[in-house]
């Protein structure tokens, strides 16, 4: 109805639009009145339309008096104030009154079909005023067709129904069909599980190790062995779950068999009565059961051969790393030069050391390089041998210069201190030109900044100002690990490492400081520092958990000064205050284990936008110091909400559809922020939904782990992507990861603020096309993870 009122409101207009031709000679003099509106008459009266070029326009004017009308020229001239049509209605009055109120409008009615009389149906008309003439002029169409239109739908829909019905009586006569075949099947595989039974509780007891059979996330036998390994009799081993007798959960074990795998060995804690742990080597079987498959677990107790030798691999590890720190470039520690002239006196050239914070000259004499001279040189050469200070320092300087080339590796120039027993070495460029100076003492402290060194370091600390100075380190091993490793994992697993030493050790001094804490509580790290993902960029994410029972106000304010005492010191040493508020110290990330269960409930089953962002930072948590237990049930509460609730996690999903990429619809780089003139990427923008696709990921199939890199692997092994899709990811993280902490670190020493944005003009032409692929890939991520998360894949 409303498309036929659109074309005859069009049709009514250009009939206006006619008669308003004629009013434009009128009023150019070029026709008179009268001429004008007989011709406008005539005009409108031979204009038809319709598919049998039988549909007309009338026009009356404002009495109402019929102007003219096609079909019935008997009513011309005629007064239609007692005009009714079949239906009692006065439609020609009733149009008038259309046009007062609003110029132009719509009636319905009982008229005439074209130019036959004796067929009466209803009718639509448009009815339009011009005013110049005072006339209303219209055209209208029959309405029979809608009629039409609706029995013709009626009948659709009726066999639309039919079809329907048909399909449900099909469904529903196979769903009877199919519940006899399942009860059946249900019957036969009860008597082979009997069977199967019977056979592997022999095998199992026979056993001349400690054995256990799992089938159904239960354990269904245990032999004495076992038992008497961890303490526990056969009721108390049956009760138990996988993850409450060892310290490796189910989900991991089970990833490892996604690859047709049938048996593979591992270490792990058994977690034997009274809570103690004893390092055990597992072997795990996979065997058919009852047309479902079993595991048989086989424990042996590690020996302190197997101990030593794993002590030997950490160490050789570290060794490794050592290693590549002594074949990094120099370059990035080489610092600018000062210099003086030769006519220059001892003291000028201490005064200008000190005013330049230098603590070496090169000295000059025109554009020749004659020497050196060194704080050093000035304590021991002229101070400690009481020599005026008005001589020329060229009398305590050391010559010749000793050089060495800018791509000099820290091996060969460590190499070269030890034989040429200076404190510093001139740098040169490619063209022999002096480029710099590099001093022992910074490559002595690179060769210190290993993990041990720095993890002893932070052990036997005593106060923050301490840790700050052993935080200070940092950048330079990251810059240093960030350009020898091919994988960055290793990089941020230092960062993190570091970052955990230092927490664990400030909640110690916060301890000391308040007194033993009132009941069992555990630090966490979230965010970032919880993923194991930490760069030079980071700020404070943590929170803490004490136990349940302890509702005293006293236990909570002893936990908030703790919290508070912690946060404040990492601010301190360099971990900047959290600017959202995520950190220990507010009281509501400083909770009992069952408030924290709450927090989770109500952003589980929340769909505001600020519940799933505090969902999403919290959900990567990890624990730092403390009672680990607490975290532990905290994370099963998590996994039992989320395997209840599947459209939580098509809500973090959908959160990941939101990157919006760097490129511009001719495929160049144009940055995040168009209205900013410096055009620059976030990285960390880029990373984010790589990250989000692991954490919903991870919680769709139940896998624990924080770290991104990580739950990538997981989720490979475990046969939820693709060996293609997972190095594609993996190497898509890796490269923007370290292009992230490579210019973060080279910001630092630069004497900036790191930060996440790079600009595109810092960029080779290799890394734009290769951040333009990762783009391409990020996007497909984007678009595909809630489809996945739906359809359950």
């Not at 009356?60 to 019929?66: A, N, S």
């Not at 590099?438 to 041990?452: P, R």
Request: hydrophobic share 40%; proline share 2%.
């Amino acid at each position: 109805m409303e498309d036929k009122k659109e074309m005859i409101a069009e049709l009514t207009n250009t009939a206006w639009s006619l008669i308003n031709e004629y009013e434009t000679e009128y009023s150019d003099s070029t026709l008179s009145l009268q001429e004008a509106q007989k011709l406008a008459k005539e005009r409108v009266a031979q204009i038809r339309y319709g598919s049998d070029q039988k549909d007309y326009f009338w026009i009356i004017d404002e009495e109402p008096i019929m102007i003219m009308h096609p079909y019935r020229p008997e009513l011309i001239g005629s007064d239609l104030n007692d005009y009714y049509d079949s239906n009692g209605h006065r439609l020609f009055v009733e149009a008038a009154n259309v046009v007062k109120e609003q110029e132009e409008g719509f009636i319905d009615y009982m008229w005439q079909w074209n130019d036959d009389s004796t067929k009466i149906v209803p009718k639509l008309s448009c009815v339009k005023s011009f005013q110049p003439w005072g006339w209303i002029v219209g055209t209208g169409i029959y309405l029979d067709d809608v009629e039409e239109e609706l029995n013709e739908l009626r009948h659709s829909l009726l066999i639309i129904s039919l079809i329907i019905a048909f399909i449900i009586a099909l469904i529903l006569f196979y769903v009877v069909r199919q519940s006899l075949s399942i009860e059946m099947k249900r019957q036969r595989l009860t008597e082979e599980l009997h069977e199967s039974q019977q056979k592997y509780k022999t095998l199992v007891e026979a056993s001349n190790e400690g054995t256990l059979m799992f089938l159904n996330e239960s354990i269904i036998f245990s032999n004495a062995k076992f038992r008497a390994i961890c303490g526990f009799d056969e009721t108390e081993v049956s009760k138990k779950k996988l993850d409450e007798l060892f310290t490796t959960t189910w989900n991991t074990i089970h990833t490892k068999f996604q690859e047709d795998t049938k048996s593979y060995s591992f270490e792990s804690s058994l977690i034997c009565s009274k809570d103690k742990l004893k390092e055990v080597v597992l072997s795990i079987s996979k065997v058919d059961y009852a047309k479902t498959h079993g595991y048989i677990i086989t424990t042996r107790e590690v020996s302190k051969k197997d101990l030593a030798g794993r002590e030997a691999n950490v160490f050789s590890e570290e060794v490794k790393t050592s290693l590549l720190l002594m074949k990094q470039a120099i370059k990035p520690l080489i610092q600018p030069t000062a210099s003086c002239t030769a006519e220059t006196s001892i003291q000028q050239a201490a005064n200008k050391m000190g005013r330049l914070n230098k603590d070496v000259l090169l000295i000059k004499q025109g554009n020749n390089i004659l020497g050196i001279v060194s704080l050093k040189d000035i304590t021991k050469k002229a101070v400690a041998k009481n020599i005026d200070l008005s001589h020329p320092v060229t009398s305590i300087m050391t010559a010749p210069l000793i050089t060495i080339s800018e791509s000099a590796n820290l091996h060969e120039a460590l190499l070269m201190f030890n034989t040429q027993k200076v404190s510093h070495l001139v740098t040169t460029d490619n063209d022999k030109a002096i480029s710099g100076m590099v001093s022992f003492d910074d490559l002595l402290s690179i060769q210190h900044n290993t993990l041990s060194f720095l993890l002893l370091e932070i052990e036997n600390t005593n106060t923050v100002e301490e840790l700050k100075k052993i935080h200070l380190k940092v950048p330079s091993i990251i810059h240093a690990l960030s350009e020898s490793n091919e994988h960055i994992y290793d990089t941020v697993a230092f960062a993190s490492s570091i970052s955990d030493r230092i927490t664990q050790k400030l909640v110690e001094f916060g301890v000391e400081t308040y007194g033993p804490a009132p009941c069992e509580f555990v630090f966490i790290a979230v965010g970032s520092e919880g993923r194991k993902e930490q760069t030079l960029l980071t700020d404070q994410d943590n929170g803490l958990i004490y136990e349940d029972g302890y509702d005293d106000k006293e236990v909570q304010e002893y936990f908030l000064e703790l919290a508070n005492y912690i946060s404040d010191s990492l601010d301190e040493i360099g971990y900047n205050y959290c600017k959202g508020g995520m950190m220990a110290c507010n009281p509501k990330w400083c909770q009992p284990l069952s408030k924290w269960k709450v927090y989770f409930s109500s952003w589980v089953n929340s769909s505001e936008l600020e519940d799933l962002i505090e969902a999403s930072t919290f959900l990567d948590f990890r624990a730092i110091q403390g009672y680990s237990q607490l975290s532990d049930d905290l994370r099963m509460h998590i996994l039992e909400l989320t395997k209840a609730n599947n459209d939580f996690l098509v809500q973090l999903a959908d959160m990941t559809a939101n990157f919006k990429s760097p490129i511009n619809a001719f495929g160049n780089l144009v940055g995040n922020d168009l209205s900013s003139k410096d055009k620059t990427i976030d990285l960390k923008t880029i990373l984010t939904p790589i990250v989000k696709y692991g954490r919903v990921s991870a919680l769709k199939h139940h896998i624990e782990l924080t770290n991104t890199s990580e739950r990538l692997k997981a989720l490979y092994l475990a046969g939820k992507i693709s060996e293609n899709f997972y190095k594609d990811i993996d190497l898509a993280y890796n490269y923007v990861m370290k292009l992230r902490l490579k210019n973060q670190s080279r910001l630092i020493q630069d004497g900036k603020t790191p930060l996440n944005t790079i600009e595109i003009s810092e960029l080779s032409v290799i890394e734009k096309s290769f951040l333009k692929s990762i783009f391409g890939l990020i996007n497909n991520i984007s678009s595909s993870i809630s489809g996945e998360i739906k359809s359950g894949e």
